[in-house]
């Protein structure tokens, strides 16, 4: 017993000097590290007072710490970032839906402004800004070299007011101006319509009405049609769409997912990640889905995507989306600001993280784009066509009843409405043809 007691009690010895051997240098190191930080904070403090003292104008304290905690936020990535009292407010009114400016969801890349997406039914919209734009010049004013913040405040204004951005797009030649006249963005996050068989939900963003939104139109839907019977599929169109809170972006996935998991987080300490699951019921009782994308979908929009796509539970269709798969954090801070923080990056059921590679559709389908220096086309130029109908003393047709008639030319002026839609919207226009198809199928085990 003695013998085996010395062991133990000789271990416990080793163990001992071990441990004090290894942690006395590693104390050292995180000694010498708090000190080169103390020392970088004297450094601020030196400088801040040499800039109050000496600069060649007088400037204001607090906006100069300001200007540093963002310039160390933004330093970070590009979603980071530190939100005066103002700029806080602004983004709770923003998220709840309604709020001034232009339309446009915005980033930055290369010191240019980057349009990640404009808002539909907007002015930045109407003016015709798409995703993938850079804004270079507001009136006239340089935006290279500015933050994100300050790239936006000069597009802030006065609703009524009249700005001029200045535009490069990828396919155009040359930069070029465009006008608009800002105005009180009230969002609309989900539109709702019936097109033939298919319902088409437009997703714009995922703010707190998001879900309510969707499912109550959904419901209306269904029910002017007669029941979920006549309904062939739902295409979701979450294109431009730039995202929002990913409550919502989980509420949304979950409407059509039975089981599984929709997304997960991951910080920078592994106990600090979460795993979001699907609750039972489907608002469509297993109906086929399309979700449409493109390069402006972004964040919450990719989780869904990617939720749908990795489920199988829908087809993705149309370009590349945004490829940004992190999760920020808004911090309220003591002087009623708040600052936003990258904590997480988020990844697909299947593991993916999509962070700078976008969710990749099932099928590639481009949308035209429009050049604002093309001439439009003349009206009228299609050329006049005329068949065997429209002849004088033609033979009637005796082989159908007038029933028989009347549904070939119902059938035809649908196929000619689909053909309209085409070219109006080509890409929402192959997803309803999908849904056609597998209608026709019927359904598949």
């Known amino acids: ?11 416990t ?11 006395g240098p590693l104390l050292a190191q995180e000694g010498e590290r708090n000190a080169s930080v103390y020392e970088q904070l004297d450094l601020f403090g030196d400088i801040f007072e040499r800039i109050r003292a000496q600069y060649v104008e007088e400037v204001e304290p607090g906006e100069l710490i300001e200007a540093a905690i963002d310039g160390m936020l933004t330093s970070l990535d590009p979603h980071s970032s530190y939100l005066s009292p103002d700029d806080a ?6 998220t709840r839906g309604e709020f001034g ?3 446009i969801e915005v980033t930055q890349e290369e010191g240019f402004v980057k349009v990640v997406s404009p808002i539909d039914g907007t002015p930045a919209d109407e003016a015709g800004i798409e995703a993938g734009d850079f804004i270079t010049h507001v009136d006239g004013e340089s935006v290279l070299g500015l933050t994100l913040d300050s790239a936006v405040d000069l597009m802030r204004g006065p609703v009524g007011s009249e700005i001029i951005i200045t535009v490069v797009r990828e396919g155009v030649d040359e930069p070029f ?6 105005d009180t963005i009230t969002l609309t996050a989900v539109r709702t319509r019936t097109e033939g068989e298919s319902i088409v939900l437009r997703v714009t963003t995922f703010n707190d009405q998001t879900y309510p939104n969707l499912e109550a139109g959904l419901a209306e839907q269904i029910e002017a049609a007669g029941g979920m019977d006549n309904i062939n599929g739902v295409v979701l169109d979450l294109r431009n769409n730039p995202g929002g809170l990913l409550t919502q972006a989980i509420r949304v996935s979950d409407a059509f997912l039975d089981k599984g998991e929709i997304v997960s987080t991951r910080g ?6 979460e795993r979001f699951n699907a609750e039972p019921g489907d608002l469509i009782d297993g109906k086929p889905i399309v979700v449409l994308i493109n390069g402006g979908s972004a964040s919450a929009s990719e989780i869904v995507a990617g939720a749908l796509q990795d489920h199988h539970r829908a087809i993705v269709v149309g370009t590349k989306s945004f490829g940004k798969g992190s999760v920020q954090t808004v911090m309220p801070l003591r002087s009623d600001g708040a600052m936003r923080l990258t904590t997480a990056r988020y990844y697909t059921p299947s593991g993916r993280s999509i962070q700078a590679l976008g969710v990749s559709p099932d099928i590639v389908v481009e949308q035209p784009r429009r050049n604002p220096n093309a001439e439009e086309e003349e009206e009228g130029a299609t050329p006049l066509t005329r068949s065997e109908a429209d002849l004088r003393g033609r033979l009637s047709n005796d082989s159908l009843t007038e029933d028989e008639i009347r549904q070939i030319e119902e059938d035809r002026a649908k196929a000619e409405a689909a053909a309209e839609r085409r070219q109006e919207d080509y890409q929402l226009a192959y997803a309803i043809d999908i849904l056609k ?9």
């Open 268 to 273: 920078r300490n592994p106990e600090d990640g």
């Open 1 to 11: 017993m003695k013998k085996v007691l010395m062991v133990a009690i000789g271990g």
């Open 437 to 445: 198809g597998l209608s026709a199928l019927g359904p598949q085990d």
């Open 13 to 23: 010895l080793a163990g001992i000097v071990a441990t004090t051997q290894v942690a």
């Open 89 to 94: 407010d602004a983004m709770r009114v923003q």
């Open 101 to 103: 400016g232009l339309g």
């Open 177 to 182: 101006d465009v006008s608009i006249i800002r």
